[in-house]
């Protein structure tokens, strides 16, 4: 319900003033020269009725019926026992229906409805009258000579018995009526319109009747005839000669005689209150049919009603006390169903039709009512504001149509300048009025328009002629309200003592008032008052509680100059926040805007920072330490996305992000002092962090007192992922404090050394320290494994146990015991860390079993327990390296994991496969051999597989060694095949000596009977050696060279009869073996039981003592 405004007139208020007074009151309102208030200069004071002040309200009640209300009753039932024609709607309502509905809307008892009925029907009777406008006619008949007409109309209303006596009493058929029929006073006529088919007359006539029953309305249009002379008959015929037959039909009439156009017939009783129609001009005969159309405009009216019905009130002050009184009943019986729109019931909307037309009440006039009703009505009850804007709409298309009587037009003015006080009142006080919700802000946009359509309204400018500028008058209103509002809402949040957490916490509720009005203002009020007024409310309110605010935010915090504590800080920190987010909102504000007071607020919290400070860091720090009491160090979470860390980590998370919010919530100006509060919070996230760590160590410790060997390191790897965590946390902190922007902020006064120095520094300290304690967790948890893979490996070279377990079966226990151990901790570690474990777990691995391979004896079981550890080396390479989902090969494959392949490798081999082990390397030695130091021999080799004949012919030797005292050699070469247990039974060639001849031509052929199998075998070669023959003492060793007899043409292809190939020309280099070089003959050389192995040995190392290669 719409608030009332005291001052402003109602319904029963209309007394009007003589034109004199007026006038005074214009000359008043001219000395009047103030200009606080434009509003007030324009229009004068209301009349006030007589009344009596403290009267009963029993007494006012019965008084208000007796002047007000009963007065309008009877014009209703004067109106219901003499109404006539039809209602506008389509529906029909009985007298009793319309008794009915007047009683229950004007609260009359039964009794008094009889008394007043009676009374009424006791009146004087009105005069019927059918008010009747001949507007216009189109189509008509041509019956002058030059094809058009004279028209005029004749109107009258006759009754049923009077035309049938005029029709019988006429000697033959005429085709008119009207003529004849009735006296002339009865008979209406318009005027003639000269030459023309469609005539515009808007003539009004008022015919009055006694009853509609058994009466018509007729109005006939004839053509006026005039007498004409001779010469001007000829000019026409000479003008227009179509119209002779015109004339010659003319000539036949009776000198003067006008002709028929048509007539209209309407039943009374089947009209309307109001017509406004074309009617078809109907003929008398069916000479000519069409005839045109005219249009009409009928309305039943009053004249003469009884006067004393409403002591001599206008119609029109009766229709207004009658409408608001109809809209005030239906408006109680719809409570609780929203606004009224408009709309009555069909027995209110027919009174107030009939009662209109019965009192000739223009539609200018009833749109006046409607909008002096409803404007009033607006002020205390839920009316639709449209529709005063519709009777606004409506009174400015009517106003230069239609001149207002003086009484209506003061009414008029007074009613719009009333409606904008009224309306400026409601805007000082919108908060209240309007809410920002979807139902009222349409509501105020509707105001708004209103008071804007007022201002262009010519009647408002005709009526009120002093300057008015609403945009400034919204202004001055908003201003008001605003002053207005801040004052009562201070009020309420004053602090009911002197404390000072009182008074600070009253002054953020008050700035938590102002921050939410703001904010409405911004997103909801200004674009209503944009859109209607364009007045930008926003900009206005937020200047003037930026004023007011800042003047109570300076007062409050010089009081706490000085007196600083803890509870007090705590108190500032949301009052702060509030207002940093009203001053961020001065970002809407119109550019023109001058420098705000609360620019520079943060200033006067600068003694409250560290105490903000010091609090978040205490509370996370508490947090984090509750957090780590009550973890138990499990995993969150398995499955599909499993977590791995505990719940201590994800705690410790949303602890230190309280800390980061506080840097954006502060959003410090001042770039100086923003960069060393961030130093500050980054080094409390870092103490916090490193706290953490401390106190999770003490946990794992205090967990693992009691618990068996394997839970503490399952706790140990959560551990792990804990402080891996917290250390992906700490990498994206830079990000998270937004460090980039910072610096761009602080560029100018802070140089590019110092801020990388200060906060990197810090967070590097902070992920050192996790780093070194993940280390030393990692540590831990592979010493235990290092352990018990060392127990494993050791059982296994316990020589009781070599002959009752297979290699496979004794390496069973140790790859359990990873598998389940390392299935562990991929399931129970990050990835990262798990990596990290299993690199120092491989490489405590390789050392152990080397340190086993080696220390175990060169004696029997040697080689099976190498070929154990051999196996067991394959084994933990393929764990570890998972398939590609553990450790790279490139990892794996380190230098102690090759030499101790190597080692077991040539351990885990016979004394045969040793030597061809041996005889392998050799040739590979001798392929990879550049230069001639000790000098070469030619060959040309190939094998004949029709007769397994392998041909070797020595051709030269080049570059030799001089052996003799005289500088000089007596070479020969020897050819062996290699390795005896290959060739058992292929005795050695040689060829002849040459003497004295460093580059002997031998040019002699040998034939070796070999097979092709024996030439394909592992190590199977041709080793070449030259001698320097010495009569008195051993020969002299010149150099030697292997060939493998797989590069011989011939040996390889595949199996089967193959054409004899081609021989092949080969120049060897010469070699000497280095001394105590060769790993394999050390291994060869242990197995002193194995003769073949020990003959072997000796041969080498005579070759050895024999080398000039200096000794390794």
């Known amino acids: 319900m719409m608030p009332s405004q005291d001052g402003l007139s109602t319904i029963g208020d209309n007394l009007l003033q003589p034109p004199d007074q007026a006038r005074g009151s214009t000359r008043n309102r001219q000395r009047q020269s103030s200009p606080a208030r434009k509003l007030g200069m324009t229009r004068r004071q209301k009349d006030k009725r007589d009344f009596k002040e403290n009267e009963n309200p029993e007494e006012k009640e019965k008084r208000h019926k007796e002047q007000e209300l009963k007065p309008l009753y009877k014009e209703l039932l004067y109106t219901i026992i003499h109404k006539l024609g039809k209602p506008a709607s389509a529906e029909v309502f009985t007298d009793n229906q319309l008794h009915q509905y007047i009683r229950e809307a004007f609260s009359m008892a039964e009794d008094e409805h009889q008394s007043l009925t009676e009374r009424v029907q006791n009146t004087e009777p009105p005069v019927y009258c059918l008010m009747a406008t001949v507007k216009e006619a189109k189509g008509i008949l041509g019956k002058d000579i030059s094809g058009f007409s004279d028209p005029y109309c004749l109107l009258t209303i006759l009754e049923d018995e009077k035309e049938s006596k005029t029709r019988r009493s006429r000697s033959k058929p005429r085709k008119a009526v009207v003529k004849d029929a009735v006296s002339d006073e009865e008979v209406y006529t318009t005027e003639t319109k000269k030459q023309t088919l469609n005539p515009i007359w808007n003539q009004t006539f008022v015919l009055e009747f006694e009853e509609t029953d058994g009466a018509s309305f007729h109005m006939e249009m004839w053509d006026r005839d005039e007498e004409v002379s001779l010469a001007q008959k000829l000019e026409e015929i000479r003008t227009n000669f179509h119209g002779l037959r015109r004339m010659i039909k003319d000539a036949k009439k009776l000198k003067g005689q006008d002709d028929f156009l048509g007539n209209i017939v309407l039943r009374l009783k089947d009209l309307h209150c109001t017509e406004d129609n074309w009617y078809v001009l109907e003929p008398r005969t069916e000479t000519y049919p069409d005839r045109g159309h005219c249009h009409l405009q009928l309305k039943f009216t009053h004249k003469e009603r009884d006067g004393t019905l409403s002591a001599g009130r206008s119609a029109y002050v009766n229709y207004c006390g009658i409408l608001q009184q109809f809209v005030q009943s239906h408006i109680s019986k719809q409570q609780g169903s929203g606004p009224w729109k408009g709309d009555l019931c069909g027995e209110g909307q027919t009174l107030l039709e009939l009662y209109a037309t019965q009192n000739d009440l223009s539609p200018f006039l009833q749109d006046l009512a409607k ?167 926003f900009t206005i309110v937020y200047q003037k509680l930026d004023s007011l605010l800042a003047g109570e935010v300076r007062d409050t915090l010089n009081q706490l100059e000085g007196k600083m504590e803890q509870s007090l800080a705590n108190g500032l920190f949301p009052l702060y926040l509030s207002l940093q987010a009203i001053h961020k909102d001065k970002a809407f504000l119109q550019k023109s805007v001058k420098l705000l007071e609360l620019t520079n607020f943060h200033e006067g919290f600068r003694e409250a920072l560290p105490y903000w400070l010091n609090k978040a860091f205490s509370t996370t720090q508490d947090r984090v330490e509750r957090a780590v009491q009550v973890d138990q160090l499990q995993p969150l979470q398995s499955g599909m996305v499993p977590i791995k860390h505990s719940s201590s980590a994800v705690d410790l998370v949303a602890c230190v992000q309280p800390i980061c919010q506080l840097w954006e919530q502060l959003s410090w100006p001042d770039p100086e002092e923003a960069f060393m509060l961030m130093v500050k919070l980054t080094e409390d996230v870092c103490k916090i962090v490193v706290n953490y760590c401390r106190i999770l160590k003490e946990r794992v410790r205090e967990l693992s007192e009691n618990s068996d060997h394997s839970s503490a390191v399952n706790k140990l790897c959560v551990v792990v992922n804990d402080l891996e965590h917290l250390r992906s946390v700490l990498t994206r902190l830079p990000q998270q404090l937004n460090w980039a922007a910072l610096r761009e902020r602080t560029r100018h006064v802070i140089g590019d050394p110092q801020f990388h ?356």
């Open 371 to 537: 909008w002096v009703a409803y404007s009033k009505l607006y002020q205390s009850l839920e009316v639709d504001s449209s529709l005063l804007l519709q009777q606004l709409t409506s009174i400015e298309y009517h106003w230069h149509q239609q001149e207002l009587p003086y009484q209506q037009k003061q009414e008029l003015g007074d009613s719009l300048h009333g409606f904008l006080q009224y309306g400026l009142c409601l805007v000082a006080k919108y908060r209240d009025i309007f809410p920002p919700t979807q139902d009222a802000n349409p509501r105020l946009r509707t105001l708004l328009r209103i008071l804007s359509q007022i201002c262009k309204t010519r009647a408002f400018q005709k009526l009120n002629p002093a300057q008015f500028d609403l945009h400034d008058e919204v202004n001055d209103a908003v201003h008001s309200g605003t002053q207005e509002w801040f004052s009562i809402k201070k009020g309420l949040h004053q602090p009911m003592t002197k404390d000072m957490t009182e008074t600070v916490s009253a002054l953020s509720r008050l700035i938590g008032e102002v921050q939410e009005d703001i904010k409405h203002n911004k997103d909801s009020w200004n674009r209503v008052f944009v859109s209607a007024v364009q007045v930008d409310v």
């Open 757 to 1112: 120095n200060v906060l990197p520094s810090q967070l590097q300290h902070a992920q050192g320290v996790l780093s070194r304690e993940i280390r030393s967790a990692l540590e831990t948890v592979g010493r235990k494994l290092n352990s018990d893979i060392e127990t494993y490996v050791r059982s296994m070279s316990t020589r009781h146990r070599l002959p009752s377990k297979s290699t496979e079966d004794a390496v069973v226990p140790l790859m359990k015991y990873l598998e389940k151990e390392l299935q562990y901790m991929n399931e129970n570690l990050v990835q990262e860390n798990f990596n990290s474990l299993l690199t120092p777990l491989w490489t405590n691995s390789i050392r152990t079993l080397y340190q086993v391979a080696t220390q175990q004896k060169q004696e029997g079981g040697l080689m099976v327990f190498c070929q154990r550890l051999q196996y067991t080396l394959q084994c933990l390479e393929q764990c570890f390296y998972a398939e590609g989902n553990g450790l790279p090969l490139e990892t794996l494959h380190t230098d102690d994991y090759k030499t101790l392949k190597s080692h077991l490798t040539h351990n885990s081999l016979n004394c045969q496969q040793l030597i061809e082990k041996f005889l392998d390397r050799k040739v590979w030695e001798q392929k990879v051999y550049s230069g001639e130091k000790y000098g070469a021999v030619t060959l040309i080799a190939s094998y004949r597989r029709s007769d397994l004949r392998l041909r070797v012919e020595v051709l030269n030797a080049a570059n030799l060694l001089p052996m003799d005292s005289n500088g000089s050699s007596d070479p020969f070469v020897q050819l062996c095949l290699e390795p005896r247990h290959v060739f058992p039974e292929v005795e050695p060639r040689t060829t002849q000596i040459k003497n004295c001849d460093l580059n002997p031509l031998f040019d002699e052929a040998f034939e070796f009977m070999v097979s092709v199998e024996q030439c394909q075998a592992a190590g199977a070669c041709l080793v070449v050696t030259v001698l320097d023959y010495d009569t008195l003492r051993t020969d002299d060793f010149e150099g030697e060279a292997f060939l493998a007899l797989r590069a011989v043409p011939g040996v390889g292809g595949e199996p089967g009869h193959q054409p004899d190939p081609s021989p092949a020309q080969i120049r060897l280099p010469l070699t000497h073996p280095k001394p105590n070089d060769d790993s394999i003959l050390k291994l060869l050389e242990s197995r002193r039981g194995e003769r073949e192995a020990q003959v072997f040995v000796k041969k080498r190392r005579q070759r050895e003592k024999q080398s000039q290669e200096e000794k390794q």
